[in-house]
């Protein structure tokens, strides 16, 4: 964006030149050099410091693996295509539930046996035939089976794996066939949550006291050329990545962190014609965005200048 700035002002001297019909000789040009340099090198600290401009912003968005609760062979996949839009409780696709239901009707089974053990158990211990700690065992029996048959018919439940929120799965590659197992490691589905939207901007932190909730932003997307959005800031993250630190046997060194880092912060697109385009932004957009500040405010309008002019630039694809 700099660069933008400096060819404006290339620009405005040849005009100026051609026009006036300056001669150009040993005072006019150094003139418009170092006039150049003072008033553009001023311009650009102020606009920078005072008004931060982000190049790298992004539209991030969570994702949430889908691993199934039970194992099992795949016999449906309910969701069609690459960007089926789901309501959550939609299902996502079936296990075969043969094996689980097996092992309802012998729990079953065992259920109706140890009520009739229940019952004999209890009719000897009331004509002293029996003892008491029989009864009891036969009970204690009883209840264990109920609890393993509400196990298996919650197992059975989880052989149809439901949206867990409203969005979509991307690039299905589960087949009837396949076997889905129950490790984290290996989900067998990526969902994303269509209201989990995230547009951070990566700010330099030698503008970190200029970087405040609730100020003015602007944020244009690469994908959307020559359109610039009016936001704001929501919030300013409190960490940066570049210093986490995680319990470990390795001490905390310069090498572990090379690079000074960014700011992430938090930008909410306040503009209605956004609206439109929404449903169009996929997750992980690319877009450059700008905070004005309170200090300087008269200047901000060169900053407003040049995010559009960029914006602009983002028509030539093929040489941007």
Known sequence: MDSLLILTYAAICI?????????????????????????????ILTLNYNHPYAEISRQYFISTPIVPHVNGEVIEV????????????????????????????????????????????????????????????????????HAQLAQANYQL????????????????????????????????????????????????????????????????????PGTVFSAEVKSVLPALAEGQVQASGDLVSPAMAPLAGQIPVLIHITDERFEKYAGRVPGGAYAQSAIYSKHFHHIAIVRKILLRMSAWVDYLFPFH
Not at 79 to 106: A, M
Not at 119 to 135: E, Y
Not at 173 to 196: C, K, Y
């Open 157 to 224: 439940e989880q052989t149809t794996e439901r949206a867990p929120a409203d969005g979509y799965v991307t690039q299905v590659a589960l087949w009837h066939g396949m076997r889905a197992s129950n490790i984290p490691q290996r989900p067998v589905m990526i969902f994303i949550a269509t209201d989990e939207q995230y547009l951070i901007g990566w700010f330099s932190q030698n503008t970190m006291l200029r970087l405040e909730v609730g100020s003015e932003a602007e944020v244009a997307f690469d994908g959307i």
């Open 78 to 145: 309910a969701v069609k295509g690459h960007h089926q839009s789901l309501e959550k409780g939609d299902v996502l696709f079936r296990l075969d539930p043969t094996p689980f239901q097996y092992t309802i009707k012998g729990l079953e089974a065992r259920i109706e046996l140890a009520n009739a053990d229940i019952d004999r158990a209890n009719s000897l211990f009331q004509r002293n035939a029996g003892s008491k700690r029989d009864f009891d065992l036969a009970t204690a029996t009883l209840n264990d089976l």
């Open 15 to 43: 005009v100026l030149f051609k026009v006036f019909k300056i001669p150009l000789n040993k005072w006019s040009i150094p003139t418009a050099v170092l006039g150049g340099i003072v008033f553009m090198g001023g311009l």
